[in-house]
């Protein structure tokens, strides 16, 4: 593959998606369209990718440029969409030294490296000049449909709005990813139509024009379908990333991974899960999470950039961004991690906590109604149900400090900027506006009074 350079086409704005944001920019399973077809022709091997751009190019340039640092990728501009053969004609620059090209439609966002490859594998058996790929659709409404001749080799492409009745019955579809030696390819396309409907040059007529030239043509149908799906509109958007998530489920569960009820997970492309785990329905992983060996991770949890070690417990409802849960934590349910929030090793965070900024040290408990924000937390310390840090003064966050082995009471407001020392005690229903000294116990309740005979006289005085 060496040989080889893969050009990606990538040039229309997308009309149906109804969006001023160029196609490929949408995202689907956490990562924008474009990302897709240029990994997967790096993945492939091949030794350079040229990204065919025009609406928006320059915002979309730099979107690549960003997801692939350092990656052999260059651009090629077409300033006026006049059909697939004239946007692969404008990479022709960017393809000299190059003894073979493939060409791939942009929005192939299921497309495998491996199909890749195969490709390349039909082109050479089948002489070396042009190979296509096709699939067998359940629907293929919208595809250009293949025509076969009497040896079962491809004869022709039709567009759909050029197809008969008879030809639109057709279910093998065209995927819309060529190869082809380099010579070939622009010098056949040079020299197609636009006598269609859509009066476009078709990259697709090649076919048609190499086969009635006696030339012979290669075929590769991909095992799976759902490499062919292409993004037209926002319900195309949704059917992809829906195969992705299939994807990457079906990947998880070869690798050890238990998937309660796998159609109704999301997780994205770029998320890992450790084997023994087991993700229960609901779940939604995205941006890089990571999940450790021998994890459960609860129905309906939202994790977003997290990282989460081995032997973790996570309950049901949890929320986490950018945050980090050590080993053998225990979490939720119903309890929030926001950004730069850390549980060390063995700690508990329980129902209706939620942390930001905070670090919880090992062993330490959080386990019901609290709020923990701008703090740090000591090993095997104990948080009282209905604990805030006060954090915000209204112009500044504050910081909170407690000590290794404290013991905060229910209902206690830390007002920061403020420290409870080691092994300190707080009493439950205080307001600690003082620093706590290690070992010492803090009280600021107001002390109680009984008043006896109460209930008598105030029955009295209710029955005159």
Known sequence: MKDAVAVVLFAGLGTRMRSRRQKGLHVAAGRPLV?????????????????????QAEVVADAVRGL???APVEFAVQAEQKGTAHATMCARPHCEGFRNAVVVNGDMAVLRPESLRALCDAFTASGGLFALTSAMLPDPTGYGRILRDADGMPAEIVEERDATPAQRAIREGNVGVYASAADVLFGMLSGVGSANAKKEFYFTDVVKALRDAGKPVGLHVVEDADEALQVNDRAGLAEV???????????????????????????DVDCAVGPDSEVWPGVEMHAGTVVGAGCSIGRGCVLTNVRIGDGVAVKPYCVMTDAVVEDEAQMGPFSHLRPASVVRRGAHVGNFVEMKKTVLGPGAKANHLTYLGDCTVGAKANIGAGTITCNYDGVHKLPTEIGDGAFIGSDTQLVAPVKVGKDAYVAAGATIVKDVPDGALAITRVEQKN???????RRARTAK
């Open 451 to 457: 008043v006896e005979g109460y209930t008598a006289r």
């Open 68 to 70: 692939f640092p350092g």
């Open 35 to 55: 990302w897709y077809p240029v990994d997967a022709a790096l993945r492939a091997g091949f030794a350079k990718v040229v990204l065919v751009i025009g609406h």
């Open 241 to 267: 990333e829906a195969a992705l998530h299939r994807r990457k489920a079906r990947e998880l569960m070869a690798a050890g991974v238990t998937i309660r009820q796998p159609a109704t997970v999301m997780i």
